[in-house]
């Protein structure tokens, strides 16, 4: 089974239930993505279905963001419900064929490898790193929350290497994550414990380096200073590299939001809010934040370039280029950023993730 026949293997075998009205509120409003604009700040490659991003200033030249391309694409695919980013994610991934009886007698006739993107995966360009565990989980979240059978997940799941790529490994907690979530059991009971030693673990670290570096808490957007980390005392700089990224803690409150109901999910939970920063929304959304935003600063959020919701708004700890976004031609359509965030504010409620 090649790359392409991922998607086709789904829908043959998916039992997918019908979405809500609610949930079907909006999501396809032509007047918030288009599939064919290249004019905007997030923008489709058409061919390979994926959602890209324009280049920031100071690299013209750059490669649109394919190298985060699963992430923005399930995230598209999460705003705007359309199947063409699954299959672009699907497109991703190969299935090859192990060589030697005794490979395929311990580790099975097959597994699937990842790329970070379709064109790398059909050797049309050269991959210039390969495969992380954040797109490991992002590929998973995709067909998790798409509705792909447990057929297909269970197959998925089982034929993933433990060395996703040559640079990245799965780590233990991500391993038994991955069997959770397609019901393989019996890895809960090993799972939760540890994700709650690793998370607390996360928690203390971070709530200590803040205390010691006196960084403060994050600001609004409207509140936020931006200096390059080029303009930062070095001291400051080797400080912020310390805390558990923001990014780490985005794609984790996914992993959590996935998991079947439970006390432990709501100690995961609770952990991982210790650590949020204060006006990240999407995060409180994510984790069911009893202080989650209220409707008006959901909907007066104005949209920002640099991946706001996996970054910090925070002057010392921020190192990427955030700023609101003021050019309207730029946010006409496929608006990411608010998007993201009003959908998981209005309608993520509507559609249970079974177990």
Not at 108 to 116: I, L, M, N, S
Not at 133 to 143: K, M, P
Not at 189 to 198: A, F, H, K, S, T
Not at 246 to 260: C, E, F, G, M, T
């Amino acid at each position: 089974m090649e790359s392409e026949k991922l998607f086709g293997l789904w829908h043959s075998t998916s039992k997918m239930a019908m979405p809500t009205e609610e949930m079907m509120r909006s999501i396809y409003n032509s007047d918030i993505f288009n599939w064919e604009s290249q004019d905007t700040y997030h923008f489709v490659d058409p061919e390979n279905k994926m959602m890209l991003v324009k280049n920031p200033s100071w690299q013209p030249d750059g490669d649109n963001g394919k190298g985060d391309a699963i992430g923005r694409s399930f995230l598209s695919y999460f705003c705007y419900k359309d199947d063409r980013f699954l299959e672009g994610i699907s497109d991703c991934w190969v299935r090859v064929e192990r060589k030697g009886w005794l490979k395929r007698f311990l580790f099975g006739k097959y597994y699937y490898q990842g790329y970070r993107y379709p064109t790398y995966a059909r050797g049309e360009e050269a991959q210039p790193a390969g495969l992380s565990r954040d797109h490991l989980i992002y590929t998973v979240l995709a067909f998790k929350y798409a509705g792909y059978s447990d057929e297909f997940l269970k197959d998925f799941v089982k034929h993933l290497r433990f060395g996703i790529s040559d640079r990245f490994l799965m780590t233990i907690d991500l391993w038994l994550w991955l069997r959770v979530i397609t019901n393989i059991k019996p890895y809960a009971v090993l799972y939760y414990p540890i994700e709650w030693r690793v998370l607390a673990i996360n928690s203390v670290w971070n709530k200590a380096l803040y205390r010691c570096s006196g960084f403060g808490e994050e600001s609004h957007q409207d509140d936020f200073i931006k200096i390059p980390n080029s303009m930062k005392p070095k001291s400051m700089t080797r400080i912020a590299r310390k805390f558990f990224p923001i990014y780490a803690l985005h794609i984790n409150s996914w992993q959590i939001k996935v998991l079947p109901e439970s006390k432990w999910k709501k100690r995961l939970q609770k952990l991982s809010l210790s650590i949020c920063p204060k006006h990240n929304y999407v995060i409180q959304l994510l984790l069911d934040s009893p202080n989650k935003p209220s409707q008006e600063n959901v909907d007066s959020y104005k949209a920002m370039t640099g991946g706001r919701w996996t970054g910090i708004l925070n002057t010392w700890l921020n190192d990427r280029d955030i700023d609101i976004i003021k050019d309207p031609k730029l946010i006409e359509y496929n608006n990411i950023d608010v998007d993201y965030l009003r959908e998981l504010y209005y309608t993520i409620s509507c559609k249970k993730i079974k177990a």
